[in-house]
């Protein structure tokens, strides 16, 4: 399974990369028609830099929860190994407990409520996903959405009507 989140990852990641790109060049013609003073190449322009913008959005949505995919499954992944070695642990605990005549009425709740509070250690590589392109642990932003944003507000104070 978590294979095939990081292949879905890679594959969203790519189309992610593309869209960018073609809205980098729909920017780009944008900017060179307005520099140019051409009314007619400026609105088709910002036609095609808004519909590179919408796949784009559409692409950065699509990753994102690519994104989160693998890092929740990696998280219930752990969670199974941690049941599975905690269980018969807890049992231990509970066993000696009783067998010890201590007074504890949940000695395996005890411990796991122990544990809780214990401070964590950073996590180790080897405990994350395998391979050298997982995902970035922070949301992905894209900065050429944020150009796209500038550009159209630039274009309304600039009193181009398109």
């Known amino acids: 399974m978590a294979t095939d989140l ?27 028609a307005r520099d140019a003073g051409d009314a007619s190449a400026i609105t088709t322009a910002y036609k095609r830099a808004q519909r590179a913008e919408l796949d784009c959005s559409i692409a950065l949505g699509v990753v994102e929860n690519a994104r989160r995919a693998v890092w929740l499954d990696r998280a219930r992944q752990a969670e199974a ?31 796991l409520s122990r544990i809780g509070c214990m401070s964590l250690p950073p996590v ?12 970035p642990i922070v949301a992905i932003e894209s900065l050429v959405l944020d150009r796209a944003e500038e550009s159209n507000i630039t274009l309304l104070r600039g009193g181009l009507a398109v």
Request: aromatic share 4%; proline share 7%.
């Open 81 to 111: 190994e941690l049941e599975r070695m905690a269980l018969p642990l807890l049992s231990v605990i509970r066993h000696c407990h009783r067998a010890g005549g201590a007074m504890v009425s949940n000695p395996d709740a005890a411990a």
């Open 124 to 135: 180790a590589s080897n405990l994350l996903p395998p391979g050298d392109r997982f995902p």
């Open 6 to 32: 990081m292949r879905e990852y890679a594959r969203t990641a790519a189309k992610f990369e593309k869209a960018e790109n073609e809205l980098t060049a729909a920017l780009d013609k944008l900017e060179a």
